[in-house]
């Protein structure tokens, strides 16, 4: 059989459950064998059982982890002890991708004010890789994949401002060489990359700040020294324009807005984002644990299969990102 791949639920009280269900249901029978799910037991035998996708959980392979005190699933709420399940169960399969018991990760969407109310520091499933790895957090980053764009994000969830005070060449070359190395993993042997300037026209020179020629103008210079194919750092939306016509296999956001707002525009429920830069590959969900739906059945498994299929590998029925 092909190397297994874990599965978490995410926050059980969003739609994680619901989409995992209906993405099991959608794979072909040796897809769904290659994988192992964490996550709360009783709340995917919960979920089945409303959806009438009990038949699904025979035979799968499951790991009970980040189980819930009575009373605590209830779908929509925004709870700490949700919260803390959803750590607990992608933590889990993060060491197991580390003993080598799985070849990757992807986990179910998860909710950060419900993390926070655990009392659990968290920024994004990035953060939390690093931390179960034990690297630093500037060794790990988001790339968003999906609408054609795959979009590398040197600084993620915090304010501009404090991303502006963090932003120097070293951080933009590393996000940007373990975009490559993502790239080659998935298949784009030499990605051409292109840069996003801090600032608007990357600063028309130092026009409107001296950012870019502190920051992604000499990162410019050692990724080429390095060997990427990269050209100087131009403002997102020129570069974006011009996709059609010169097409770029990875972008470098400098912020989170300049990397998500293309994505979502452009693939709003059916986007990946993969925690790269670690030895262990986690992919998740470009969307949200959406509780204003959660536990009424409406949720779609787009972007989870899209995103099981990127790590599993292409299969006869898949669609390429």
Known sequence: MSPRVALSLGDPNG????????????????????????????????TAQALGLEHLLKGLAQVHVGGLPAGAHRPGRIDAEAGRSAVASASAAIEACRAGEVQAVVAGPHHETAI?????????????????????????????????????????????????????????????QAGVRACRRLGVAEP??????????????????????????PAARTLREQGVDVGEPQGADVLLADHARRPHDL????????????????????????????????ASTGHGSAMDIAGTGQARPDALLRSLRLVMGPTPTSTPA
């Open 116 to 176: 926070a109310q655990a009392g659990i520091r968290f920024s994004g499933y990035p953060s939390l890789v690093a931390s179960v790895c034990g690297q630093s957090e500037d060794e790990v980053f988001l790339l968003l994949i999906g609408g054609g764009l795959r979009i590398v994000h040197a600084t993620l969830h915090e304010s501009v401002e404090r991303a502006l005070s963090r932003l120097n060449p070293a951080l933009v070359v590393a996000a940007t």
């Open 251 to 282: 972008y470098v956001a400098m912020f989170h807005d300049q990397g998500h707002i293309p994505i979502k525009l452009l693939a709003p429920q059916g986007a990946s984002a993969l925690s790269i830069g670690a030895d262990v590959l986690l």
């Open 192 to 217: 051409r990359v292109a840069l996003f300037g801090v600032n608007p026209h990357a600063s028309e020179g130092e026009l409107f700040g001296p950012h870019d020629a502190r920051c992604t103008v």
């Open 15 to 46: 739609v994680g459950p619901e989409i995992v269900l209906k993405a099991l249901a959608e794979l072909a029978p040796e897809e769904r064998e290659r994988l192992v799910v964490y996550g709360p037991g009783e709340v995917l035998r919960a």
